[in-house]
T-cell receptor, first 115, second 111 residues
Framework: GAGVSQSPRYKVAKRGQDVALRCDPI?????LFWYQQALGQGPEFLTY????????KSGLPSDRFFAERPEGSVSTLKIQRTQQEDSAVYLC?????????????FGPGTRLLVL | GQNIDQPTEMTATEGAIVQINCTYQ??????LFWYQQHAGEAPTFLSY????GLEEKGRFSSFLSRSKGYSYLLLKELQMKDSASYLC????????????FGIGTKLQVIP
C-alpha cells in the first residue's frame, strides 16, 4: 500500500516567510511524529500526535513552530517567520498504534532551505 | 532523559563483515531500534531489540546487552548498497513512542 508522503519535497524560503509542510501518513495509523534532521545528524523529535490530539510538543524549537492534525489523518507543520537556522530536512513518521516499541514508517522528508 | 553514542563514520570492504556499536543511557528501557538511512532518503526500520542477545535477519543481525547499555548492528557479506547511515534509537519511558535517535553512523562500503 501507499507509504507516508510529504509535500513539498523541497522548499526554498526567504528569511521571514511563513511555510507549511504537509504529511500524509499511512491510512489508519494512529500515531504521527514530526522530526527535524540537520545535515549529518540524526532526526530530532519535534512533536507527536495520537489521532487528532497533540500529546507532546516538547521538541518544537520556538513558538514560531506550530503543528496540527485536525481530523486525525493529514498533518501540517507550520513555521512562521522562518530563520536560517530552520534550514533542515523535516521528516514525518507514522505508526499503526500508540504503543512503545512500534516501528515508525517515515516519509521522504521536506528539505527546507531558508535564505 | 536519553543519551546515545555511536561512531560517526566507518569504512568497510565489499564482502566483509562490519559491526556498528551503540551505547545508550536511558531512564527507563523500552527496547532499542536500528534504522537505515540512505543519503537523501527516509529512515527505514531494520530491527527492534527488547531482550538480551542476538537477533538475526538475513545479512543483518542486532545484539543487545541491557546490563551494559550496549547494542551493535552486524552486517555480513557487505554490498555496495549497504553504504548508508545507521541510526540507533531508544524509545522514552513514557506511555507512547517518543524516540531519541543517535547521530547515526555513516558507513561507506568500498570495492
Amino acid at each position: 500500500g501507499a507509504g507516508v508522503s510529504q509535500s513539498p519535497r523541497y522548499k526554498v524560503a526567504k528569511r521571514g516567510q511563513d511555510v507549511a509542510l504537509r504529511c500524509d501518513p499511512i491510512s489508519g495509523h494512529v500515531s504521527l511524529f514530526w522530526y527535524q534532521q540537520a545535515l549529518g545528524q540524526g532526526p530530532e523529535f519535534l512533536t507527536y500526535f495520537q489521532n487528532e490530539a497533540q500529546l507532546d510538543k516538547s521538541g518544537l524549537p520556538s513558538d514560531r513552530f506550530f503543528a496540527e492534525r485536525p481530523e486525525g489523518s493529514v498533518s501540517t507543520l507550520k513555521i512562521q517567520r522562518t530563520q536560517q537556522e530552520d534550514s533542515a530536512v523535516y521528516l514525518c513518521a507514522s505508526s499503526p498504534r500508540a504503543q512503545t516499541g512500534e516501528t515508525q514508517y517515515f516519509g521522504p522528508g521536506t528539505r527546507l532551505l531558508v535564505l | 532523559g536519553q543519551n546515545i553514542d555511536q561512531p560517526t563514520e566507518m569504512t568497510a570492504t565489499e564482502g566483509a563483515i562490519v559491526q556498528i556499536n551503540c551505547t545508550y543511557q536511558t531512564s527507563g528501557f523500552n527496547g532499542l531500534f536500528w534504522y537505515q538511512q540512505h543519503a537523501g532518503e527516509a529512515p527505514t526500520f531494520l530491527s527492534y531489540n527488547v531482550l538480551d542477545g542476538l537477533e538475526e535477519k538475513g545479512r543483518f543481525s542486532s545484539f543487545l546487552s541491557r546490563s551494559k547499555g550496549y547494542s551493535y548492528l552486524l552486517l555480513k557479506e557487505l554490498q555496495m548498497k549497504d553504504s548508508a547511515s545507521y541510526l540507533c534509537a531508544v524509545p522514552n519511558s513514557g506511555g507512547y513512542q517518543k524516540v531519541t535517535f543517535g547521530i547515526g553512523t555513516k558507513l561507506q562500503v568500498i570495492p
